[in-house]
């Protein structure tokens, strides 16, 4: 993994102006990955919308730490499952095509 896809934490609470710890515990709950590098701690840079999609829930809309994880496991799992319709659908398109051929 390339250094360049890494966020130092620090640097990224103090952009959002939250606390390291924020992290520390949504990383408790398994819903990000620290990444500990050279004594600091970083975050992919490929992470950073779903974590600051956390930072809002959280602090905008004063949801808790089991209310995010429970919103990102459901919005994971509709993800999936629209993922699943959509091979489906186009299953069902190519077999509607050599019906018709």
């Known amino acids: 993994m390339s250094n360049k896809n890494l966020i ?4 990224f609470c103090l952009y959002h102006e939250i606390e390291n710890t924020f992290i520390k515990e949504l990383s408790n709950y398994g819903l990000v990955e620290i990444i500990a590098l050279d004594e600091d701690e970083y975050l992919h840079s490929e992470h950073l919308p779903t974590v600051e999609k956390m930072i809002r829930l959280h602090y905008d809309l004063k949801i808790n730490l089991e209310g995010i994880d429970a919103i990102t496991h459901l919005l994971n799992r509709i993800e999936v499952l629209q993922q699943s319709l959509n091979a489906t659908q186009n299953r069902l398109r190519l077999f509607e095509q050599h019906q018709i051929e």
């Open 8 to 11: 130092q934490i620090k640097q």
